[in-house]
């Protein structure tokens, strides 16, 4: 570890430190899942990974307080999103004080299992499920609309998020389609998240 990594380290504060959450069992649903959602989910193991990643960092045996690990932990069972990664930058910047992320540090394995996710999603089509694919590309039409980096509360990206996982369904649509009219109004936007989650659905069936 770098001398700066290290001068930064024992500035960290210990007395507060997270617990890490790591029995959580992940429970599955009855819908059939593909191989790149249960990929691009903050499970059990994704979260060990970011945990190894903060020890190596800190020297310290528990994560710290708003630290990466517990980050990751507040999205458990979530698919692995821009959203996501960015929290999880964010708790790397509090326990490193840099701006960037180290490398092969909690950030730069995020961003790894997210590619690689990407990547298998590329391969194998559209699949016709809400996944982290679907979800992120529902999240960049909503900042498209509202302007915001953030999802906004029960907007259609929370709305997805609801359905993680499961088949786009005409309930699953019903509900995005709510969210979208919150942050529009109460009208659909042409090209909006509604009509992401829509074109996705109808790639999976060609």
Do not use: C, W
């Not at 692995?80 to 180290?102: A, C, F, N, W, Y």
Request: no cysteine; net charge neutral; aromatic share 2%.
């Amino acid at each position: 570890m770098s001398p700066t990594l290290f001068r930064a380290a024992k500035l960290i504060t210990t007395s507060r430190i997270a617990s890490p959450v790591l029995s959580k069992t992940f429970q599955s649903r009855t819908f059939a899942y593909t191989a790149r959602a249960m990929a691009a989910t903050v499970d059990s193991n994704f979260i060990s990974r970011i945990t190894a990643a903060e020890k190596q960092i800190t020297q310290q045996e528990n994560p710290v307080a708003g630290g990466p690990t517990a980050a990751a932990q507040s999205h458990a069972n979530q698919p692995l999103t821009s959203q996501v990664i960015h929290d999880i930058t964010m708790g790397e910047r509090k326990i490193t004080g840099l701006d960037g992320p180290v490398p092969a540090g909690p950030t730069s394995i995020a961003q790894s299992a997210l590619t690689a996710a990407n990547a298998t999603s590329s391969q194998a089509g559209a699949s016709g499920v809400l996944d982290s694919e679907t979800i992120s590309k529902i999240t960049e039409k909503e900042k498209e609309i509202t302007g915001q980096d953030e999802p906004v509360r029960r907007g259609p990206t929370a709305k997805a998020q609801h359905h993680a996982g499961e088949p786009i369904t005409s309930e699953a649509l019903h509900d995005i389609t709510e969210g979208e009219k919150k942050i529009t109004g109460g009208e659909r936007v042409k090209g909006g998240p509604t009509s992401t989650a829509q074109s996705e659905l109808a790639k999976s069936r060609q």
